[in-house]
């Protein structure tokens, strides 16, 4: 199957609550490369690629994030992929 890549931004009160750190955590578990980060803007911004399967479930999570955020939108762009083999934090 052919990877597919999502930039992923994550609003409302989302910087602060772990949001990072399980976004890495949950990506490297389901085997999926790319990046998270916080913006000025008091967004999260993520980066999410691998197999359309597991990119959808990092996307899913997006829109809930952890426990003590509040999401109130996620804007989702089809991107195309990079070719990462890591997930990291920014």
């Known amino acids: 199957m052919t990877d597919i890549a999502r930039r992923v931004t994550v609003h409302g009160r989302v910087q ?3 949001f990072r750190e399980e976004t890495r955590r949950r990506a490297r578990r389901a085997g999926v490369a790319g990046w998270v980060r916080n913006t000025d803007e ?3 911004e993520a980066w ?3 197999d359309p399967d597991d990119v959808d479930v990092l996307v899913h999570f997006a829109g809930i994030g952890p426990s ?4 109130s939108s ?4 089809e991107v195309e ?3 990462l083999r890591e997930f990291e934090v920014r």
């Open 16 to 18: 602060g609550v772990f």
């Open 42 to 44: 008091g967004t999260v």
């Open 48 to 50: 999410f690629e691998g």
């Open 68 to 71: 003590g955020a509040h999401v």
């Open 74 to 77: 996620v804007d989702v762009e």
């Open 81 to 83: 992929p990079e070719g």
